[in-house]
């Protein structure tokens, strides 16, 4: 650590140093202030209605295939990795290998967190967890970091703002530390935890690269782990990316100043609106899914079943392979049931390369879109 430097605060903190004395979370009285708590209860009761509304698409991969993919692109785009939601829907179930580079980008943060899923699924979160996350990410090898040389600079201006601790040995320490606080056993609110971890690992910042998105993957896998979310659809990085400024201030004011109370109110609101609007968003969506069933049975009734609406609304981008795979007719059949569909104006029908390929486009500008409304059926 750099002593007597012009640029050390009375914190001890040094933007070009090494911040390897940044210290352990704090306790329960610093964290749960009064305005905190309040915040924390309408946080919580969104969060709750959140959980609820998922179980109103009775095929979970609806949500799993849809809602991840908005936030792989907010994420990304918070570290200005930059793709269309189009062209991420599109490729996420169409030759992934033939898309841009940042939409590879986007797909893997998706894989990430569906990778993390199964992980909390199995085992509490931990280390191992934010290692498998960032390898998915970043599509390498990775580990917890040994060179020096990391350091975060304001943008545009380049001026080095924080440095983070250095040493493998000290930085597996501090995940040791930040681990025992996200399971320690005591009253503080979940989502307190959440936000207070997530400083807590940016902070640390263990890895080469990737740590913004690998800890905003923790955030929803954290809420999962503790059966606050069934599924990973918590979309926060809508909200992170819409007030980017702000979250990087109150991140490292927290490190200048112990600003805890202001990044706390930050992230709990984070989660409330999230919350709310991915509700509406979901709910959106059923309705959606409850119109198309019913003016398919209507206008084809030969052609109807709930399953075909299901495959339709597993992905935005239909193939006649997904309804095939689906054990829903042979191929010439379920070319027959798609074209029938786009005739109906329910589908468009699309070349791409040597394949047709169909697109639910109510589903695809509700998914895409941050209207909560489709276009009704006539």
Request: charged letters at 25%; one cysteine or more.
């Amino acid at each position: 650590m750099v002593k007597n430097s012009k640029n050390l605060n009375t914190s001890g903190f040094a933007p070009t140093a090494p911040y390897n004395a940044l210290p352990a979370l704090p306790g329960r009285q610093a964290l749960e202030t009064v305005p905190v708590l309040r915040k924390c209860v309408t946080a919580s009761r969104a969060l709750a209605g959140l959980k609820e509304a998922a179980h109103l698409i009775p095929n979970q991969d609806v949500l799993i295939n849809s809602i991840p993919l908005r936030e792989a692109r907010d994420s990304s785009a918070i570290e200005n990795i930059v793709t269309t939601n189009d062209t991420l829907f599109k490729y996420a179930n169409i030759d992934p290998e033939k898309a841009d580079d940042a939409t590879k980008e986007a797909l893997r943060y998706r894989t990430a967190l569906m990778q993390g899923f199964k992980d909390v699924q199995q085992r509490p979160l931990s280390t191992s967890t934010a290692v498998l996350v960032c390898r998915a990410i970043k599509n390498v090898e990775l580990d917890v970091r040994q060179v020096p040389g990391t350091a975060l600079a304001h943008q545009p201006s380049g001026k080095v703002i924080y440095t983070p601790p250095e040493g493998q040995a000290l930085l597996r320490e501090k995940l040791t530390d930040w681990e025992r606080f996200l399971h320690t056993e005591d009253d503080l609110d979940p989502i307190i935890r959440m936000a207070a971890a997530h400083y807590q690992f940016e902070a640390i910042h263990p890895f080469t690269d990737g740590n913004g998105r690998t800890g905003r993957v923790l955030n929803t896998l954290y809420l999962i782990d503790k059966k606050l979310l069934d599924l990973p659809i918590l979309y926060l990085s809508r909200y992170i990316n819409e007030h980017r400024s702000e979250y990087y201030d109150r991140l490292l004011a927290v490190t200048t100043s112990g600003a805890w109370e202001s990044w706390l109110l930050y992230m709990l609101t984070a989660v409330e609106e999230t919350s709310l609007w991915t509700t509406a968003k979901i709910r959106a969506v059923r309705d959606l899914m409850d119109g198309t069933v019913a003016y398919v049975s209507a206008a084809s009734p030969k052609v109807y079943s709930r399953e075909l609406v299901e495959v339709i609304f597993t992905q935005p981008y239909s193939r006649i392979a997904d309804v095939v795979d689906a054990g829903i007719a042979n191929r010439a059949t379920a070319s027959k049931y798609l074209k029938e569909l786009a005739a109906k104006g329910l589908l468009e029908e699309r070349k791409e390369g040597r394949e047709n390929i169909y697109v639910n486009v109510r589903f695809l500008d509700l998914l895409t879109s941050d209207r909560n409304s489709f276009k009704k059926f006539s």
